[in-house]
T-cell receptor, first 113, second 113 residues
Framework: DTGVSQDPRHKITKRGQNVTFRCDPI?????LYWYRQTLGQGPEFLTY????????KSRLLSDRFSAERPKGSFSTLEIQRTEQGDSAMYLC???????????FGPGTRLTVT | AQSVTQLDSQVPVFEEAPVELRCNYS??????LFWYVQYPNQGLQLLLK??????LVKGINGFEAEFNKSQTSFHLRKPSVHISDTAEYFC???????????FGSGTRLSIRP
């Protein structure tokens, strides 16, 4: 068990560019979650998947954000036309189907200049 | 709707002193409760969780928390802190459907030698 991994760990981009992050969950976990954490705040829920199905999306997830989990394994989070307000740590977590405990990855820190 | 309030944004304590980090939750349904720790430049790590049963929950690193339904609280305690406990601590709640986690805004614990 290698835990939840995220790539890249850091991303600096210019405003208006598109970025994509990847999350690899713990292999037997069916559920995968994305959260966003801004400086000085707790993580905020963005969306989650049960296998390949996206079951819930937060209103924080604007039209510029899209997440996929095509084969029920890894997931990608894409942000189009990035804005400075998108600067944050993007966290991924996974859990067993119906299990309460979520295991978090190290996060991807996005800086939009 | 579920919510979590962490009453203190920062708590400074001396090394080897006891500490209590306060957390109150709001929910009209049964919930799960958690404390997570985030060390500088690291991801979230689960300290302890309350799902049901005994209201006193023991976690890692000598931390414990008590679920108090009448006061809707889930305060975190440690009898004697160490420099290595310096971190951000997040109280969190999750509905019994085990989907998204709702985090508090965090309490920064700083340990003075």
């Amino acid at each position: 068990d290698t835990g939840v991994s995220q790539d890249p760990r850091h991303k600096i981009t210019k405003r208006g560019q598109n970025v994509t992050f990847r999350c690899d969950p713990i292999s037997e976990h069916n559920r995968l979650y994305w959260y966003r954490q801004t400086l000085g705040q707790g993580p905020e829920f963005l969306t989650y998947f049960q296998n390949e199905a996206q079951l819930e999306k937060s209103r924080l997830l604007s039209d510029r954000f899209s997440a996929e989990r095509p084969k029920g394994s890894f997931s990608t989070l894409e942000i189009q036309r990035t804005e400075q307000g998108d600067s944050a740590m993007y966290l991924c977590a996974s859990s067993l189907d119906g299990g309460a405990e979520q295991y978090f990855g190290p996060g991807t820190r996005l800086t939009v200049t | 709707a579920q919510s979590v309030t962490q009453l203190d944004s920062q708590v400074p304590v001396f090394e080897e002193a006891p500490v209590e980090l306060r957390c109150n939750y709001s929910s009209s349904v049964s919930v799960y409760l958690f404390w997570y720790v985030q060390y500088p430049n690291q991801g979230l790590q689960l300290l302890l969780k309350y799902l049901s049963g005994s209201t006193l929950v023991k976690g890692i690193n000598g931390f414990e928390a008590e679920f108090n339904k009448s006061q809707t609280s889930f305060h975190l305690r440690k009898p004697s802190v160490h420099i290595s406990d310096t971190a951000e601590y997040f109280c969190a709640t999750q509905g019994s459907s085990a989907s998204k986690i709702i985090f508090g805004s965090g309490t920064r614990l700083s340990i003075r030698p």
